[in-house]
């Protein structure tokens, strides 16, 4: 979400202000008007503020914002608000999460209105109204990305790269993380020494708390082998030369200081675009993992569920690209095999029927 669009916090109306602090202020008591923030993540919080200064901007520069944005909220000015967010490339899927946090904003800013139209335009869900096509997302098999790892972990040992190399081990330890395990970026970005990364009889282990995952599941899993020789030289050759001896964050950027999760995540944009020509996001990464997974053996697609820390049916259903190619490969491979087991029988019942249904050949003397 860009910044610019949305209107920061210290520029909202007065009344707009006023209702934030108080449904953000610690409550007082059980049912105070601030327990409902309250219960709410700070990403979540921060996540419906933003949205709320997307209206307030589109209030604002379509000339509308002389007052509250609460009272502003009609089905009119929702449409034009869609039709604005759409203008600027957001499919139906983000349409909809907007509006369903632009509600869920408003219920905190106003908590005794009701503002349920907003979910159902036209007095259908807004899920149905702006049905979500997810697009093709064209992956690439972990093995053919993490080569690509094993290259710049090489050219970063040869210093070949920016910052002496140790920029390029930095990144194919982060790479070669993303591609065989591919944590979600926000549990990359809070990794500390000693806490979600160690190293035991010679093997690195990752722990993820509840606090640090999506689904506040815990999640705990080794690294594989050759992931444990690019770890082992960014830790004593790259990150020490970073700065790292000051602090426990595992990753450190070029200027001293502990990246970020904007930081981490330019890397993977960086380096896919190097690679493939595309830029792609950590979480292509995690359609990667499961998709190579369901390729290689349809049973695996339950160990892909397990390392990227969801249930099986969310695997299956929003990051697997390979059902529809690796059913159309198993059924092409079982017709192959009946071929090759009964070609005898087809040629011999071919040339059968050729020999019965052939018209006759006539010569000459046949027409007499």
């Known amino acids: 979400m860009k910044p610019r669009l949305s209107l920061p916090l210290a520029q909202w109306?007065?009344?707009?202000?006023?209702?934030?602090?108080?449904?953000?202020?610690?409550p007082d008591s059980l049912f105070d008007a601030g327990y409902a923030a309250s219960r709410l993540r700070p990403?979540?919080?921060?996540?419906?503020?933003?949205?709320?200064?997307l209206w307030l901007h589109y209030l604002q520069r379509q000339g509308y914002l002389d007052t509250s944005g609460m009272g502003l909220v009609t089905p009119e000015r929702l449409d034009g608000f869609v039709a604005d967010q759409r203008s600027r490339g957001n499919n139906n899927g983000t349409l909809a999460k907007r509006l369903g946090n632009l509600h869920a904003a408003l219920k905190l800013l106003a908590p005794g209105r009701d503002f349920s139209f907003i979910l159902r335009p036209g007095g259908v869900p807004v899920s149905r109204a702006l049905p979500h096509r997810p697009r093709r997302i064209d992956t690439v098999p972990t093995q053919v990305l993490f080569q690509h790892v094993l290259a710049l972990h090489q050219a970063g040992l040869a210093g070949n790269a920016y910052a002496k190399g140790y920029a390029a081990l930095r990144d194919a330890a982060v790479l070669g993380i993303l591609v065989t395990l591919a944590p979600r970026v926000r549990s990359l970005?809070?990794?500390?020494?000693?806490?979600?990364?160690?190293?035991?009889?010679?093997?690195?282990?990752?722990?993820?708390?509840?606090?640090?995952?999506k689904e506040h599941?815990?999640?705990?899993?080794?690294?594989?082998e050759a992931l444990t020789k690019v770890l082992d030289d960014y830790l004593t050759l790259a990150r020490p030369a970073m700065g790292g001896d000051g602090t426990d964050m595992l990753?450190?950027?070029t200027r001293n200081a502990a990246m970020d999760i904007r930081g981490l995540t330019k890397i993977p944009l960086r380096r896919t675009k190097e690679w493939?020509?595309?830029?792609?996001?950590?979480?292509?990464?995690?359609?990667?993992?499961?998709?190579?997974?369901?390729?290689?053996?349809?049973?695996?697609?339950l160990d892909a569920a397990a390392v990227l820390g969801h249930s099986p049916q969310v695997s299956l259903t929003h990051y697997n690209q390979a059902n529809a190619a690796a059913a159309a490969g198993r059924?092409?491979?079982?017709?192959?095999?009946?071929?090759r087991k009964t070609a005898g029988v087809a040629e011999r019942a071919f040339a059968e029927r050729l020999r019965k249904h052939s018209p006759p050949i006539w010569s000459a003397r046949d027409a007499w």
């Not at 009344?15 to 602090?21: E, G, H, I, K, P």
């Not at 990403?43 to 200064?53: A, D, F, K, N, P």
């Not at 599941?217 to 594989?224: C, F, I, K």
């Open 189 to 213: 970005s809070v990794m500390r020494l000693g806490r979600h990364i160690r190293k035991v009889e010679g093997v690195y282990l990752f722990t993820f708390e509840a606090e640090d995952m």
């Open 276 to 301: 493939l020509g595309v830029a792609h996001g950590p979480h292509w990464f995690r359609k990667c993992l499961t998709t190579t997974a369901v390729l290689q053996a349809p049973e695996m697609a």
């Open 251 to 253: 990753w450190m950027g």
């Open 13 to 26: 109306p007065v009344d707009d202000l006023q209702a934030w602090t108080r449904a953000t202020t610690p």
């Open 43 to 53: 990403r979540s919080l921060q996540i419906l503020l933003e949205v709320y200064g």
């Open 217 to 224: 599941d815990p999640l705990a899993y080794p690294a594989t």
């Open 331 to 339: 059924h092409n491979e079982r017709i192959a095999k009946l071929r």
